[in-house]
């Protein structure tokens, strides 16, 4: 196997791809990234845990001769980091002393392969059955609720995200057992026939917003048509595809908690805050927060905010701000840390808090649609 | 005591003499911060740790009453950081209760207080008798030697940095066994009228370097005149004042090795190379070091510099380079990271490589001074 990359090219891939490696080297090969030729004359970069996958291709500036291989994905990198930005880079592979030659200006590198053919298969789900979703929508969906997740347990369901597929809707959520975040948009899916339902683990769709997101900013600054983000469901296993990646996971198994129950059908008390200031607000009453418990409490009075919070032999805080609210004094405390949270992936200027008293579940939406709210359980305090 | 300040003042002001503060809480007193009001209307912030002492002056919007009280480092910081940057901070403490409370617009902070008189005194001890030394000329022999100390044992001579004074020269040096970096200038220091030697913990002058690093670049930019840097010796401390901060250090007790020896006076083998490429090389070559002895090997012949490495069962590395060299062909070893630490503080375009031989110390200089050096130990390799 023989070819010749541009080394900027080739660092990005190695550089995303090598997500997927294992961290801890159980099997040698996980470490590694597998390197294939295309018939089209690119190069195909895959690394796989075993749980989670990214393949993305590279174009070549020239694919002497054809092949597959493998190298330790740490080494590459490393070597293709120091290489000088914008030049050339020839890989030339002895597959019989098992050795692949790296050369780049002055530079050469001899570095250790393993055989392609005891890298794990990393199946292409999505050739028959696939679903279409707006990338962007998709990345909104993720950011606003996969911070809810329990982080914990990697294979509790509650370290998962539920997502809920229809032809005419995108559903996602996530929660902890303290706080909840839901997302529900009506979006034009493409090619969905049924309704479709996973718990996705939360590392596999935050790794997902890193390769993802970067893409979807360029897209805008580009003035291009949104991307699709085609998705494939089989045999316990989620797949993603972009234009720039192809990322699998496998799914969690289980039953997701019916968190519908728990979002209140009607709310009677309702106050709107300006997020920024509510966040800044908080951030300075939580500096007095027991660092065990968290705890700020939130007076609400007519058209004005209170965050309160102490530590016995330490100190206290308070904060008051302006508010739109007309209702009854009321005080509720909160994990200041999960308010701050919901407050940080709402996308609007102001925000709109609703609830039915200091003990009942509290919503933080934006002022102005309903497709969003992060549910936070309040604490109760003597 | 009560007083008005600047928030970003006091915001810096408190960021620089936290650094003093001691890392693990013995004496709680020693994780809080002195502030005191002076007769010039200012407020002096004081931290120690008993080892090392950072002091510096705020000025005020106002001191309505005087007063020394002490206050949580961490806390006062955290309270700071979150307060709107401009605005106005009122402190009042109120010694009865043992709180001060900290308003700042809509905020408020009621914070613990420990008494003034427990907070161990910090010794001016540059009021009698003091050396000056040029600011600039003090920051770059630290960071050309500072780096060459050991890092294993604070209270080994070996983990400081060797200074010595005298009316018309600043020496610093430091070594931990295997290299050895040492500067020696003709300054113009002020009052020093006898010789003055001593042995300077490495962490102390690291955060001089921290808070004075900043002063003289700004000095710099406002095309200023360099300042000077007040230094006084008394009862085994030294202290360190520039027009911002004022540092005390414990000094190191014991006999430092005699360095001077090792220093060869004469070397047969001389190679000139561009630095930046050398040090590109070397990160090159250095991918396929072991990672244990991190051993690069260094062969010059006529016109060129040949670097490589191997890690068995890893890979080789191989990177090639111009040098001014005409001597017979030569192989050293030498731990790589020893050399790259030289060659980045190495102020020169071009640097001067010399020995005697693939055994003898190694001097890397800038090819057109000789007042730095930085000696290297070659490595025996099979």
């Known amino acids: 196997m023989k070819f010749t990359v541009n080394r900027d090219r080739v660092h990005h891939a190695v550089m995303s791809v090598q997500r997927a490696t294992a961290a801890r080297v159980i099997q040698p090969i996980l470490s590694n990234i597998l390197i294939q030729s295309t018939p089209e ?3 195909k970069l895959s690394a796989t845990d075993l749980d989670f996958a990214i393949e993305t291709q590279v174009p070549t500036t020239g694919i002497e001769q054809d092949g597959r291989i493998t190298l330790s994905a740490k080494k590459l990198s490393e070597i293709i980091s120091k290489l000088p930005g914008g030049s050339d880079v020839t890989f030339t592979i002895d597959e019989a002393v098992q050795t692949a030659k790296i050369e780049c200006g002055s530079a050469s590198f001899d570095i250790r392969t393993l055989p392609a053919d ?35 347990d990697a294979n509790n369901v509650l370290g998962g995200v539920y997502f809920h597929l229809t032809a005419s809707s995108l559903e996602m959520a996530a929660t902890d057992g303290s706080r909840l975040a839901r997302r529900l948009d009506t979006v034009a899916t493409g090619n969905v026939s049924e309704e479709v339902t996973a718990i996705i683990p939360a590392k596999a769709l935050q790794e997902f917003l890193k390769l993802g997101g970067a893409s979807v900013e360029k ?10 983000v085609r998705i494939a469901i089989k045999d ?8 720039a990646v192809y990322m699998m996971s496998r799914l969690l ?45 939130m007076s609400l009075d007519k058209g004005v905010m209170s965050l309160a919070a102490n530590t016995p032999d330490v100190g206290d805080s308070k904060d008051t701000m302006e508010v739109l609210y007309e209702g009854e004094p009321l005080s509720i405390a ?11 992936v709402i996308e609007s200027d102001d925000v709109r808090m609703e609830t039915n008293g200091a003990l009942a579940p509290t919503l933080f939406k934006a002022n102005d649609e309903n497709e969003y709210l992060s549910l936070v359980m309040p604490v109760q305090v003597k």
């Not at 519908?260 to 607000?281: D, F, H, M, T, W």
């Open 41 to 43: 004359g690119t190069l």
């Open 118 to 152: 005891e890298f794990p298969l990393i199946q292409q789900i999505d050739t028959e059955n696939y679903l279409e979703v707006d990338h962007i929508a998709m990345v909104r969906a993720i950011t606003q609720t996969v911070f809810a997740a329990a982080g914990y």
């Open 219 to 228: 897209s805008e600054n580009e003035d291009a048509k949104p991307d699709t």
């Open 236 to 243: 316990g296993q989620i797949s993603f595809r972009t234009p």
């Open 253 to 297: 198994d289980g039953q997701y908690p019916k968190f519908q129950q728990l979002i209140p059908a009607e709310n009677k008390i309702v106050a709107y805050a300006n997020r920024q200031a509510l966040i800044s607000s908080l951030e300075r009453a939580a500096v007095m927060a027991n660092e065990r418990t968290n705890v700020v409490k």
């Open 334 to 344: 909160f994990n200041y840390k999960y308010v701050l949270d919901a407050l940080r």
